[in-house]
């Protein structure tokens, strides 16, 4: 059984992206897109919304061709073509770069995948993370937290029906002032 862990930049006031999903705000500093690229690395299986797919597939795809291409943005841009990849959306559309594409309802496939063979998945998009999150699907969550408020977005966290318990396992402070912390569900 795979490991279901949701990871994401978050704002100090709790959202994923701005309004507009203005991501702006997130640009990591050195250490962390390290961090960020030894977790792609690491990741057995990625669960992608349509819009941060749509976000991710505009840049990562070619961004090790670029002129001026950093060796950490070259690393990144392969390590993220190589991962596997699912994405989830209402209506069909073309994926590449070892992805595939699921139209029908995510909670039942995510069920599956998780029960399946196979290593680490990440969910990674708040709107898909929080029907799996109403399911109970999730078992670690990973908030790597931005010193800005956005006032508004999309947030991190949705409403449930019931209590989670959870347990803290990591902290760390990166230099440009964000801070991981990293949570295992109690079950």
Excluded: C
Aim: net charge negative.
């Amino acid at each position: 059984m795979g490991k279901l862990t949701f990871a994401m930049n978050v704002s100090l006031d709790g959202y994923t992206a701005a309004r507009g999903d203005d991501l702006g705000w997130s640009i990591p500093d050195d250490e962390l897109f390290q961090w960020w690229s030894d977790r792609v690395s690491a990741t057995g299986l990625a669960l992608y919304g349509r819009r941060l797919w749509e976000a991710m597939s505009s840049h990562w795809p070619t961004a090790d061709q670029e002129p001026g291409a950093t060796p950490a943005e070259i690393e990144f841009a392969q390590r993220w073509r190589d991962m596997p990849k699912v994405v989830f959306s209402s209506k069909p559309r073309p994926v590449n770069w070892n992805t595939r594409l699921v139209t029908g309802d995510a909670v039942p496939e995510i069920a599956r995948l998780k029960a399946g063979e196979g290593g680490p998945i990440d969910i990674v998009g708040a709107t898909l993370a929080a029907a799996t999150m109403r399911a109970g699907l999730i078992d670690e969550y990973v908030m790597v937290t931005h010193p800005v408020l956005v006032g508004g977005g999309t947030p991190f966290f949705t409403s449930l029906d019931h209590w989670v318990q959870l347990k803290l396992v990591e902290t760390r402070a990166f230099p440009g002032g964000a801070v991981l912390a990293r949570y295992d569900v109690r079950r």
